[in-house]
């Protein structure tokens, strides 16, 4: 029962995030949070140190209720790329990140997947 509901409020979080990303191009209260970090932080200083600041912020929350829900770690990759993309989307996450996760997915599970795709057994 608590696997769902973590399940549920992560749905929810994530359902959440989309929505406020994705309500138009314009410039919204989401686009003005990192530049009030970056005030509050760094008197102006970088953006991009505060964008990173949230970033890790909400996908370590995010990892943090997927292990307590005990997940997979597939899954968990799946939800935590959709997280960076969700992030990358509105701005907050750069889109290099999305890039170099997508490589250290593809450096970590590429041989199995290779090995599933040819029908070889994998290798213990």
Known sequence: MTRRIALF??????FAVLGFGVIGARASIINDIPDALNGALFDGASVFAAQLILTAGIMMSAGMALAVAKMPPAGMF???LS?????TAIGWADPSLMV????????MFGRSMADWLTGKPSGG
């Open 9 to 14: 409020a992560l749905g929810f979080g994530l």
């Open 78 to 80: 799946i939800v935590l």
């Open 100 to 107: 170099a996760a997508i490589f250290v997915m593809v450096a």
């Open 83 to 87: 997280v960076l993309g969700a992030l």
